[in-house]
């Protein structure tokens, strides 16, 4: 857009304001007036070409003039955000420059300066553009705070009333004193006419007094402005020189520069016989299964935006069902790009080689469209190879074709863009890929939340696994949901099964968001409608597998789906939980060969059953997978296991014999098939999704029936006793009617019908009507009212620090981060414990190997392995980059300040490495491999095989 910023309107005073400064030099600065213009062009830039058409959209419904006002708006508020440093509190903080301010008539008493932490600059701001919008356009103060609010907020934390109040009853920190000259609201106002005349805006005011600006619109606009503003800053892109007057011409070689790239334009997806192909790169003759096509289907059918949940088997295609149903909804709704959340890093690294074959061969509407973004988004995205090396050069897009069917060459790729790659941008880029703790900080009250609001607003989102996540974390989910609905979003969850009330729950709180906030009622009605339980028809077994979507205004749809016509029945015994019973079944199981999981539900069991099957199997016939092992080797175990126990065909041989003891690593992503299972009793959806790796492929000359044998429990018990460590893990109630509802299939020697009885178990484990025998039933009431209440401690936790739902349209966000997260860092250890249910102060450290006084990378890592690690100076940033990639979580029993403290202190070298970006601020484990080492109490022995032992002293 064009737009007149001649500053020689300007006087003297408002010449000579100041907002950027580099260093004292006369040269290193840039007017106020210079900045604010440089902002508001950026902000135009951005509405324009960067926005997603759905955020335009939601923008321009807002206002009155439609596209045409919010694209004002937004440069309006871009061009005023730092009207605040045209104040004493800001200005003084350069001497020399406000030498040059005071020769302008703007001067500040003595005082200014021990009191100028109650008028920062983003506060004074949005109080001097409510005093300007009332004096010269007759605004009252509630009309002009949802617009000023964007001013306040543009620095990460809206203020709250309070800090608002404390900012305008300090008025000699604005210049508004009796003791102060009235130039400086004089200067402040003309530069606010200034900026309202040259966007465009103040022919537009009258209007927009008028309008109630919805609070998701007033998070958008601040994300949008800090974005600008962020821009604006770089003084690689906009040189901070005194004498730059305003030029569209550097203006858009500075944008140029930065190359941001373009929002996906979807095409609906058609169920073509094709499509799998086409899209995945699946052989030719893999068609579309049921899944899929009810996926597409519904996307086309059900309201845009809506939430859509699908519940299936794994092997079934859900992924790809998720990812297709993206397609439509993204072409129906205009969001341009996609974010996929899934439960681990592991899991999010997996993701993202599969998200890049599928976005390389979307189609766009826009063909000549430059390149698409694409991220990793997770705490060690950067030790991702396939995620670095598009820094380095895009990923190529495949042959699209014109609407003729013509093959035309797209010139579009899929890159790493260098300026959306840094802390807190991720979620702008097209394309993201990464943990689900990226959207749960969405329900987060955390500093630039606005930014990540901005990101997840314009995507289509698809969550992974959604059975994997707590009561703790599903306060967070819920939340997220609610402002995603009210941001008009589509949302796609998946999961093996739901729980009616949890599957009620997800789509209540979609529901509440994309109907926005309740008008105000009395408290009688309020009760009433509380005790009205929502989504009646989600209640209870609604068929399986099956996709359910959010209605208009009705019911949700419910739609059962065929199931590919796989289907095992699976024999289900009980097991001894003694090593000696183990070994006895495995032997009996194994007699022909064949390959068996062993699944314990804490990594000291892995770890010790582990030991007795090898000194009985041998150490080659056994391998261990869990957590607890460095990054680079637990994706080397997740690589063994796809290649040895993957689908037939994959290139790899399958072994004769072998058993696998693994914790729930191995219950979910991995496609991997066993002959026969041992789970520790677990929650029956668990129970269910471990039973999924029993004879998951058709495999030629496989024989013997498919069984699982359950143990964890002491079943000779008059009430099955679960493990202590199970009971940790999920709490007594889950697994006792896990117990109850599994045990008959035991008892009475009927098979396991899967998929079958899946929907069936879990609604029966999981409702409120009696299982399991009479005298089982006190135990289960007990343990219900225990984890009752630790659902409502984890409920009361969570909501500590948890975003509130939209408000009222017209009511500013004001205090809208009150109380927030103490990390400013969302995605560090204790970030992610804000929104998990872990320590906050649980530890994560980089594992390096010692040799004496030596220290390297682990010997056997395929990258830089046996590296030598320098301890006076910093790595180079190659074997930087393996150290950083060697994470390892250590257990709950070794979190606290003390192992931090600890661990700091071990070596005074470290802080050679806080030079490295990679490394700065990393916590270092260094181990001996042969001997192990002591930390805070405990001996810490670590290998390939085994991963990491810790033993109390």
């Known amino acids: 857009m064009v737009q007149s910023w001649d500053a020689g309107r300007l006087s003297h005073a408002a010449r000579v304001c100041w907002g950027k400064a580099l260093h004292s030099d006369d040269r290193d600065w840039m007017p106020l007036h210079r900045h604010l213009s440089d902002t508001a062009a950026v902000a135009g830039h951005l509405y324009e070409s960067f926005l997603s058409a759905s955020v335009r959209d939601q923008i321009a419904a807002a206002l009155p003039g439609g596209h045409s006002d919010a694209l004002l708006a937004c440069t309006w508020l871009a061009g005023v955000h730092d009207i605040g440093k045209a104040t004493p509190a800001f200005a003084i903080q350069v001497p020399w420059l406000f030498s040059a301010m005071e020769h302008g008539g703007l001067t500040a008493r003595m005082q200014v300066g021990k009191d100028r932490r109650f008028a920062p600059h983003a506060t004074a701001g949005m109080v001097v553009l409510d005093r300007w919008l009332n004096d010269r356009h007759g605004w009252d103060t509630a009309d002009a705070g949802q617009f000023s609010i964007v001013v306040g907020g543009h ?36 530069l606010l006419d200034w900026t309202a005349e040259a966007t465009g805006a103040a022919a537009r005011l009258a209007d927009w007094q008028r309008v109630a600006l919805p609070q998701p619109v007033q998070v958008l606009l601040t994300g949008l402005v800090i974005m600008a503003d962020w821009i604006a800053s770089n003084s690689e892109l906009f040189p901070y020189r005194v004498d730059t007057a305003f030029d569209p011409a550097r203006i858009r070689r500075a944008l140029d520069e930065l190359d941001l790239t373009d929002p996906w334009s979807a095409v609906a997806a058609e169920p073509a016989e094709d499509l799998l192909t086409t899209r995945f790169g699946l052989p030719a003759d893999f068609r579309l299964r049921p899944v899929q096509r009810a996926a597409l289907e519904a996307a086309a059918d059900m309201p845009a935006p809506g939430l859509m949940i699908i519940e299936a088997p794994m092997g079934e295609g859900k992924t790809e069902a998720a990812l297709l149903a993206a397609e439509t909804l993204a072409a129906r709704s205009g969001a341009g790009g996609c974010y996929i959340a899934l439960p681990t890093r592991a899991t999010s690294d997996a993701m993202f080689g599969r998200t890049l074959e599928w976005a390389r061969r979307l189609p766009d509407r826009h063909l000549d469209r430059g390149a698409h973004s694409v991220a990793l988004s997770h705490s060690k995205a950067f030790s991702n190879p396939g995620f670095t090396k598009l820094f380095r050069r895009g990923e190529p897009v495949a042959v699209a074709q014109d609407d003729g069917g013509a093959d035309t060459e797209r010139r579009s790729a899929l890159i790493a863009h260098w300026w959306m790659a840094g802390r807190k941008k991720t979620m702008l880029n097209s394309f993201v890929v990464g943990t689900v703790d990226q959207l749960l900080f969405g329900a987060l009250k955390a500093k630039h939340l606005a930014m990540r609001h901005l990101g997840l607003a314009g995507k289509v989102v698809v969550i992974d696994e959604a059975h994997a996540y707590d009561v703790y974390m599903g306060v967070y989910l819920d939340m997220a949901l609610e402002w995603l609905a009210a ?153 063994l296991l796809r290649n040895l126990f993957g689908p037939p065909g994959n290139g790899h041989e399958r072994p004769a014999e072998h058993i696998v003891v693994a914790s729930q690593v191995a219950e979910q992503s991995l496609d991997i098939d066993f002959d026969v299972l041992v789970t520790d009793l677990a929650p029956v959806d668990l129970v269910l999704q471990r039973t999924g790796r029993v004879h998951r492929h058709r495999r030629e000359g496989r024989c013997g029936t ?28 889950a697994l006792l009617r896990s117990a109850a509802v599994l045990l008959p299939y035991a008892a009475e020697g009927r098979p396991l019908e899967l998929p079958g009885d899946i929907a069936t178990l879990v609604q029966r484990a999981y409702g409120s009507g009696t299982v399991g025998p009479a005298e089982w039933q006190e135990a289960i009431s007990a343990a219900h009212r225990e984890e009752a209440s630790k659902r409502a401690d984890q409920e009361d936790g969570a909501k500590k620090f948890r975003l509130q739902a939209p408000l009222l349209a017209g009511t ?121 080492t002591e930390l805070a109490g405990h001996r810490l022995e670590y290998d390939r095989h085994d991963g990491l032992r810790v033993q109390r002293l």
């Open 155 to 190: 620095h990460g934390l809206p203020p709250d009333s309070e800090q608002y109040r404390r900012a305008e009853d300090h008025q000699h920190l604005l210049g508004w004193s009796r003791a102060d000259a009235p130039i400086w609201r004089q200067t402040q106002f003309e």
């Open 487 to 639: 941001y008009r979003v589509p949302v796609v969850i998946l999961s093996a099964t739901l729980p009616a009330g949890r599957r009620r729950d997800l789509m209540a709180a979609y529901e509440r968001g994309r109907k926005g906030p309740p008008a105000p009622v009395g408290r009688r009605a309020r009760l009433a409608a509380a005790a009205i339980a929502p989504h009646p028809e989600l209640e209870g077994d609604i068929g399986y597998p099956v996709v359910v979507t959010s209605g208009s205004d009705g019911p949700a749809r419910v739609s059962g789906i065929e199931t590919s016509g796989r289907s095992n029945a699976v024999e289900v015994r009980t097991l001894d939980d003694d090593p000696t019973a183990l070994i006895a079944a495995l032997r009996e199981e194994l007699a022909d060969g064949g390959c068996a999981l062993v699944i314990h539900n804490t990594v000291r069991r892995v770890q010790e059953t582990a030991a007795s099957l090898r000194a009985v199997f041998g150490e080659a016939s056994v391998t261990v997978a869990h957590s607890r092992f460095a990054g680079p080797d637990r994706a080397d175990k997740d690589e």
């Open 706 to 733: 498919p069984r699982c044998y359950l143990t964890g429990a002491a079943w000779e018990a008059d009430v099955p006793e679960p493990v202590r460590g199970s009971v940790f893990v999920y709490g007594r109630w």
């Open 812 to 932: 500013p966000i004001l205090g809208w981060l009150q109380a927030g997260s103490p990390f400013d860092d969302e995605d560090s250890p204790g970030g992610r414990a804000m929104v998990r249910d872990i320590p906050v102060d649980t530890v994560e450290v980089l594992l390096i190997a010692r040799h004496g006084d030596r220290f390297t990378t682990l010997p056997w890592l395929k990258r830089h392995g046996g590296a030598p690690l320098p301890t006076e100076t910093c790595p180079a940033e190659p074997v930087a980059k393996t150290v950083a990639a060697s994470t390892l979580n250590l257990p709950i029993e070794l979190s606290g300040q003390a192992v931090i403290d600890e661990l700091e202190s071990r070596h005074d070298w470290i802080g050679a490495w806080q030079e490295s970006r990679i490394l700065e601020g990393q916590l270092i484990l260094d181990i001996d491999l042969d001997h192990g």
